[in-house]
């Protein structure tokens, strides 16, 4: 029986391993009153690596996704985005720093199309200012299609350009979905968190769903976090898996190895169980 590594072993993949991490955490923790509810979390992500964060309901998942995007800050430990520290920055920073994020339930603009919910998520390319805008600028308009041309572009990726002028309410749950992400993807990052992008999908979305997050991957080079529940596409897709119990990680390692850790079976899978929600 082959062990997942210890958990404050890094798991780089190895066309990572010539470059540094995109992310480090070192000891991150975060306490509410008198409770841990995440503690000693170390990882190290690659620049393009398709990572998986599982555990039981209640492990402190979610709150370490709040704590990379800087929704909390951290009781103790660092965070270390492309060699720089993130202490004391906010949401919006981490933001132009390059760490995007979706969210468990859909949090789009339904009564805005398609296109308009996309450019929300190029904010960081406006470069007008309040009297441009008002009195409708040259230099607004530039920027507005400027704008709207890349917005169609990240939609065309994703075969979506058709419902461009639809609105985000409009569309089928799982388009839905997929509209999350291409807006988050229009921050620009080079990390993209996905806190669990299958929810409510059928197994052909959830097929979808895992081509296009390789899509991803090797269309902007960028790495790939994300919290799932289907376990089929976490150990068909991701190449470094972290697990999470009571707010420690308890393993890190590939599909493989996770699948047969003894302490990963006993604390999270369940004793011959095969399949198991995340």
């Known amino acids: 029986m082959t062990s997942a590594k210890n958990p404050l072993d890094p798991f780089i993949p190895l066309r990572d391993q010539d470059k540094?991490?995109?992310l480090e955490c070192k000891s991150l923790g975060i306490d509410f009153g008198g409770l841990t509810a995440v503690d000693e979390f170390?990882?190290?992500i690659g620049r393009t690596e398709i990572c998986g964060l599982i555990g039981p309901n209640g492990a402190g998942k979610t709150t370490v996704f709040n704590l990379?995007?800087?929704?909390?800050?951290p009781t103790r430990g660092s965070m270390i985005f492309d060699g720089q520290d993130t202490a004391g920055m906010n949401t919006q920073q981490a933001t132009r720093l390059g760490i995007a994020r979706t969210f468990q339930n859909i949090r789009l603009f339904k009564e805005m199309t398609v296109l308009e919910n996309v450019m929300v998520g190029l904010h960081n390319m406006k470069r007008y200012n309040m009297a441009s805008a008002i009195f409708r600028l040259p230099n607004y308009w530039s920027v507005e299609r400027e704008m709207k041309n890349r917005a169609r572009q990240l939609l065309s990726i994703f075969d979506m350009?058709?419902?461009?002028?639809s609105k985000a309410g409009s569309l089928p749950y799982g388009s839905q979905r997929r509209l999350e992400i291409v807006r988050a993807l229009a921050t620009n990052p080079r990390l993209l968190l996905l806190d669990e992008p299958a929810a409510g999908m059928n197994p052909s979305e959830t097929g979808e769903l895992m081509l296009n997050i390789k899509k991803i991957r090797d269309t902007?080079?960028?790495a790939i976090m994300l919290i799932e529940h289907d376990m089929s596409l976490v150990m068909g897709i991701c190449e470094g898996i972290a697990v999470l119990n009571y707010g420690k990680l308890i393993a890190k390692g590939t599909p493989e190895e996770i699948q047969s850790d003894p302490a990963v079976i006993e604390a999270y899978l369940g004793k011959g169980a095969e399949q198991h929600e995340a």
Do not use: H, R
Request: aromatic share 10%; glycine share 4%; charged share 15%.
């Open 220 to 222: 902007f080079g960028i």
């Open 20 to 22: 540094s991490p995109i």
């Open 161 to 165: 350009e058709s419902v461009a002028k």
């Open 68 to 73: 990379l995007t800087k929704v909390y800050t």
């Open 42 to 44: 170390n990882i190290a």
